[in-house]
């Protein structure tokens, strides 16, 4: 894709008057952004995106949820990605130990929707997600960073820098902030909160790599996410998801904070955890193919979601922690969400923007955060692991939100998530 491609919506779709630029402004062109200006593009609406970088780029974040196919299905944007021949996806394999359990998507409690879904290379899978927006007429500049911004509901001024070392502005009548970990607006405006967001959220530090895995085990299922736990440190948990070309991504999460780790480098830290799990001899001929990145304190959140002129979508809004896979699809929705409120505007509705944005995104939100947190406390690794057969419905309503169907409000684990986690803990818990 060139550096900085430039198409524009039809004029006759076109919205702005001549004292603007488009209609929306968003900055950022990963899933929450370009989403967003699909819907957009599609109602008429005429849209500027500004991207930092230059596509492809790296992004971690790689294993989808189903339900994040319903919002690309809505969006027109679901054949490019089912074309691009990305590994399919249908559940979760969960393994401490000797204990393992094996989750299909598709046993989940929804009427309808998606059971399956993708494990993608971001980098292709943004890409593509980018071009299919700009053919719907959205303009995205690469490599246009957003470096201010002035903004008043229906007077908005973004300025950027690109990679030329130009400065200039864009005038827009809002402003979409899919930054990602970027955080723009929320750190310009000073409402970015860092650190621990939710009861058990310590600040954790990831290091990963993409390795060709050479997996020989013909028990090992590449059509499922493996989450390993540590047999010991059960905070300690790693992720395997694997590529349709024969690769496939390897981290680990491990507490930022551990003296176990004090002034070890990288490299040490991932073989010695590596090896204290079964995924040693699993990947024993396996070949990075990048080289090792850490992220750390990564959870993040915003005081609030909105305000005068503009909107926070996806990890600009706020990133839990990645062990339900669950940002890209959050990302997705809060796209969906935040379209459907602007595209209501300018038909002349007032927008409600806590009514008809905040609240609805921190349903579903609020649901991970509890499964976060029953997570690293313990609950939901003993529900997973010692899950009764019996209760085929609890199950299902279980599988659902692993499946990203949070905010379903027919599933009592989406409705009342801490009574049921409580009452399914009791149930599965052994002792
Ligand atoms: P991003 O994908 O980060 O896109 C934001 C874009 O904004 C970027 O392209 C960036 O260049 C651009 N930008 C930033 N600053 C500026 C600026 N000043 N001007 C213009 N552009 C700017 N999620 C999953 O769904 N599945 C997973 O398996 C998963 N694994 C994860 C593992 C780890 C260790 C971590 C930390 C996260 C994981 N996530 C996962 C979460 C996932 O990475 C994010 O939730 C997701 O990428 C958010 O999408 P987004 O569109 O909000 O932001």
Known sequence: MPHSQTHTCHDARTNADANYDCDIAIIGAGPAGTVAAKFLCDAGLSVIVLEAQTFPRFVIGESLLPNCMNVLERAGLLDAVQDAGFQHKNGAVFERGVQYQSIDFRENFEDAGWGTTFQVQRSRFDQILAQTTINAGADIRFGHKVTHAVLRDGDCVLDFENDAGETGQIRSTFVVDASGYGRVLPRMLGIAKSGSISDHSIARRAVFTHMRDHISDPAYDREKILITVHPVRTEIWYWLIPFSDGTASVGVIYPDQDPEFDGLDDQTIFDRLIGDTRLAP?????????????????????????????????????????????????????????????????????????????????????????????????????????????????????????????????????????????MLHDLCDPS
Do not use: C
């Open 282 to 422: 699993l990947l024993a001929k396996a070949e990075p193919t990048r080289p090792l990145n850490a992220i750390a304190g990564y959870s993040a959140q915003s005081d609030t979601l909105f305000g005068d002129g503009y909107v926070l979508l996806g990890n600009s809004a706020g990133f839990l922690d990645p062990v339900f896979s669950s940002g890209v699809t959050i990302a997705m929705h809060s796209a969906e969400l935040a379209a459907k409120a602007l595209i209501a505007r300018n038909n002349g509705r007032t927008v409600d923007w806590d009514a008809d944005y905040a609240l609805p995104l921190n349903k579903g939100v609020e649901t991970f955060r509890a499964y976060v947190d029953a997570w690293y406390d313990g609950r939901l690794q003993t529900i997973i692991f010692n899950q009764p057969d019996a209760d085929n419905k609890l199950k299902r309503m279980v599988v659902s939100i692993l499946a990203g169907y949070a905010w379903n409000l027919e599933n009592p684990l989406v409705n009342k998530t801490d009574r049921y986690l409580e």
